[in-house]
């Protein structure tokens, strides 16, 4: 199993550009989420699924847009870039239930 | 609202020694806790993972426990070694099954064994 993956792992972009970061887990897990990390801050989440074609909001999804068309995906867009929006982005799955989240090796973007 | 705190915010020993790492949380209605290890510039490696109705968890040289009802968490990690060196972040997770399974994480330990 390669288990949680993303791509890019390096980003930069500009002010207003749009760009998807991609999430795949070939554990089949219902449950996929994206996290930000940021210095002071800790990780925070943005989105969750909880099943293909069930997403919801986290606790700062302000300018991100997700959808989950199979159990293995779950990207997260940006739709109009900003510095804010700087950070280390982590994508994190598990199975329903009191269990163990694996994280991926997350997407480092650059805003200018 | 939950809140996780780690302390200290950093840590060096040297090698060979035995070392505890802390972590409190305000809200004792958890479900489970998670201790995860980071280096520099990765991602989160699951370290290990107590629900509530545990006490420890022991995986190889480490060894984590959990007191729910004064909210902390200790890792304890035996004979350090160089390869240890990493930040070390603990998380808990309050919600319900069915619902976000949102983690809230402290900010983290970072921890260097010095040789």
Known sequence: NAGVTQTP??????????????????????????????PGMGLRLIHYSVGAGITDQGEVPN????????????????????????????????????NEQYFGPGTRLTVT | ????????????????????????FTDSAIYNLQWFRQDPGKGLTSLLLIQ??????????LN???????GRSTLYIAASQPGDSATYLCAVRNDKPQG???LVFGQGTRLTINP
């Not at chain 1, 068309?69 to 994508?91: G, H, I, K, M, N």
Request: aromatic share 8%; glycine share 4%; charged share 20%.
């Open chain 2, 100 to 102: 976000a399974q949102k």
């Open chain 1, 63 to 98: 300018g991100y847009n997700v959808s989950r068309s199979t159990t293995e995906d779950f990207p997260l867009r940006l739709l109009s870039a900003a510095p804010s929006q700087t950070s280390v982005y982590f994508c994190a799955s598990s199975t329903q239930g009191f």
């Open chain 1, 9 to 38: 792992k390096f980003q930069v972009l500009k002010t207003g550009q749009s760009m998807t970061l991609q999430c795949a887990q070939d554990m089949n897990h219902e449950y996929m989420s994206w996290y930000r990390q940021d």
């Open chain 2, 64 to 70: 984590a426990s959990l007191d729910k009802s004064s």
């Open chain 2, 52 to 61: 509530s109705s545990q006490r420890e968890q022991t995986s190889g040289r």
């Open chain 2, 1 to 24: 609202k939950q809140e996780v705190t780690q302390i200290p915010a950093a840590l060096s020993v040297p090698e060979g020694e035995n070392l505890v790492l802390n972590c409190s």
